[in-house]
């Protein structure tokens, strides 16, 4: 199964994302996982060289891959029970060639106007992509929520901003917290450092809600 973890807008989450259910299908499913770094900032590739460092950590394999990736990840994805790929807006190309062949594609937002000004131009994106790869799910889903019940109205407006474009949001979202960038740190995940804290729980329900997708019940693009 290939995830992309993609989206145009900076700092929104997608590489600790993509990190987080990397360790989680690793660990907790014992699944063989590829992580594809897009990125020529290469922030994924670097948490993995601290993790590959640390020999308490279990270890991940990651490659870097740009530009026209289709083949190399239809070669890939043959050979793992998860591709993760992480891509950011930098490398466009490699974000299309990525949900050209995605099973899934998960975008993080943060519940900001900043962040939610790119749906309407992510929807474009994914509906060419769809005519290509017919069967890929993809999803948006709200991260670094704010944890103020006052502010809890404004994550539920986010959903519905991506909702209106016809496009799935998860249920599951993440809510601010500094465990996250810790555990960036050391090369580790939140379900590492915590396995019952929330943040692990927060990407547990993540991965399962995205397991649990068909591609049948999902919107159509047309
Ligand atoms: N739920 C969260 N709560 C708090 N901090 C978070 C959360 N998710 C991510 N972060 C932190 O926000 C920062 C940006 O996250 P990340 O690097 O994953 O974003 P990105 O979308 O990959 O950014 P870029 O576009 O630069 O690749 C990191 O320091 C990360 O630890
Ligand atoms: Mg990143």
Redesign the pocket.
């Known amino acids: 199964m290939m995830i992309l973890?993609g989206?145009e807008?900076?700092?929104?989450?997608?590489?600790?994302?993509?990190?987080n259910l990397a360790v989680y299908f690793a660990s907790n499913k014992k699944a063989i996982v590829l992580m594809v770094d897009c990125?020529p900032?290469r922030?994924?590739s670097d948490w993995i060289q601290i993790r590959n460092g640390d020999p308490s950590l279990p270890s991940i394999n990651c490659i870097q891959l740009y530009g026209k990736i289709r083949n190399d990840l239809l070669s890939l994805v043959q050979h793992y029970d998860y591709v993760i790929v992480?891509c950011?807006?930098?490398d466009n190309l490699a974000l299309r060639a990525a949900m050209s062949v995605a099973d899934h594609v998960i975008i993080?937002l943060r519940p900001k106007r900043r962040d939610l000004k790119t749906v309407p131009h992510m929807e474009d994106m994914l509906s060419t992509c769809k005519m290509v790869n017919p069967k890929m799910m993809a999803s948006f889903v709200i991260?670094?929520?704010p944890s103020l019940p006052n502010q809890a109205k404004r994550i539920l407006e986010a959903k519905e901003v991506c909702s209106s474009y016809g496009i799935n949001v998860l249920d599951a979202v993440?809510?601010?917290?500094?465990?996250?960038?810790d555990?960036?740190e050391q090369g580790s995940s939140v379900i590492e450092i915590d396995p019952t804290g929330k943040?692990a729980l927060?990407m547990i329900a993540i991965a399962e809600e995205l397991l649990a997708m068909e591609p049948d019940n999902l919107h159509e693009f047309n």
Request: with cysteine; aromatic share 6%.
């Open positions: 973890v989206g807008k900076g700092g929104s989450g997608k590489s600790c994302l993509a990190q990125d900032q922030t994924t992480d950011g807006g930098q993080p991260t670094q929520c993440t809510y601010n917290r500094n465990v996250y960038d555990s960036e943040a927060e």
